[in-house]
């Protein structure tokens, strides 16, 4: 199984966001734009998000529900997932590039 790294995520049942603090070094206005995002995403579509960094360096942009939650629209969600990553291409991008060459363990 490959290992997955959170970056961060919100949860609309809890109320809650999520930054991984290994992330740290990401400059201010991209950890406030994910912030932003993640929010924003969970109030449109309810559930939770998450944005992972594969072990290859990649972005996965995850989001699912609780099992007994009716108003959670699993195709409204899926389509937001791709919107947002067609319109936040340039910011994945960059942070895909910033995981590989700063946040990747070196190969041995």
């Known amino acids: 199984m490959l290992k997955r790294t959170a970056l ?3 949860n609309a049942y ?5 930054f991984n ?5 990401l400059p201010k206005s991209v950890k406030e734009e994910l912030h932003i995002l993640c929010v924003l995403f969970t109030e449109e579509v309810g559930g939770i998000f998450t944005i992972w960094f594969e072990e290859d ?4 942009l995850e989001t699912e529900s609780e099992e007994n939650d009716f108003y959670y629209d699993e195709i ?3 389509l937001m997932v791709r919107e947002v990553r067609d319109k936040r291409r340039e910011l994945f991008e960059s942070l895909e590039l910033y995981y590989r060459s700063v946040m990747r363990p070196s190969e041995p």
């Not at 603090?21 to 070094?25: A, I, K, L, N, V």
């Not at 360096?57 to 996965?60: D, P, R, V």
């Open 8 to 10: 961060c995520g919100a």
């Open 14 to 18: 809890a109320q809650k966001y999520y």
């Open 21 to 25: 603090e290994q992330f740290d070094g």
């Open 57 to 60: 360096g990649s972005l996965l």
């Open 76 to 78: 409204n969600s899926g």
